[in-house]
T-cell receptor, first 112, second 113 residues
Framework: QKEVEQNSGPLSVPEGAIASLNCTYS??????FFWYRQYSGKSPELIMF????GDKEDGRFTAQLNKASQYVSLLIRDSQPSDSATYLC????????????FGAGTRLAVHP | DGGITQSPKYLFRKEGQNVTLSCEQN?????MYWYRQDPGQGLRLIYY???????QKGDIAEGYSVSREKKESFPLTVTSAQKNPTAFYLC????????????FGDGTRLSIL
């Protein structure tokens, strides 16, 4: 059974701090990894995607991938109360034509 | 504006009734997907389609059916065989081939009457 695991949280961080969200995946053949933000009652919104080992930065967001450890993370710098949401990690299934496996999400709470 | 439109936003189903959820995209995306989300759980794949007139079952296809007669449309029917249909249904699409990010519509929330 291919899985993506995330700590459900809540992860509570003060405003202005760095939030670190983590995800592990079981399928060694996964090639593509995605982070989505989901506000309560809304649909997921793509935040970052990463294909290669290392870091990828976009504004306040940095995605990190370590394929050897089967580990993906998302760092949010200068966290804002508007970042409070559930963050879903997704990994592509090997041989599955862009079929994705989603984690259950980590709830982030940024407090003023 | 380009995007993925799901309708209706809210839907109520009576016992024994089939209901159809609409998903339309004007992004010229080739692939389209249907997911189900239950509270506190990740998204689970119901059906997906890579090209017109072709679709494949996902992990939880039982009790659901789809069609892909046009590139821009991928409706999902929740049949009476689906005994626990209450969930948030999400349609997604992406351009090109594998590895591309999927983008989501706003979702349809289905409840039992």
């Amino acid at each position: 059974q291919k899985e993506v695991e995330q700590n459900s949280g809540p992860l509570s961080v003060p405003e202005g701090a760095i939030a670190s969200l983590n995800c592990t995946y079981s399928d060694r053949g996964s090639q593509s990894f995605f982070w989505y933000r989901q506000y309560s009652g809304k649909s997921p919104e793509l935040i970052m995607f990463i294909y290669s080992n290392g870091d990828k930065e976009d504004g306040r967001f940095t995605a990190q991938l370590n394929k050897a450890s089967q580990y993906v993370s998302l760092l949010i710098r200068d966290s804002q109360p508007s970042d409070s949401a559930t963050y879903l990690c997704a990994a592509s299934i090997s041989g599955g034509y862009n079929k994705l496996i989603f984690g259950a999400g980590t709830r982030l709470a940024v407090h003023p | 504006d380009g995007g993925i439109t799901q309708s209706p936003k809210y839907l109520f189903r009576k016992e024994g009734q089939n209901v159809t959820l609409s998903c339309e995209q004007n992004l010229n995306h080739d692939a389209m997907y249907w997911y189900r989300q239950d509270p506190g759980q990740g998204l689970r794949l119901i059906y997906y389609s890579q090209i017109v007139n072709d679709f494949q079952k996902g992990d939880i296809a039982e009790g659901y059916s789809v069609s892909r007669e046009k590139k821009e449309s991928f409706p999902l029917t929740v049949t009476s065989a689906q005994k626990n249909p209450t969930a948030f249904y999400l349609c997604a699409s992406h351009r090109g081939t594998g590895g591309q990010p999927q983008h989501f519509g706003d979702g349809t929330r289905l409840s039992i009457l």
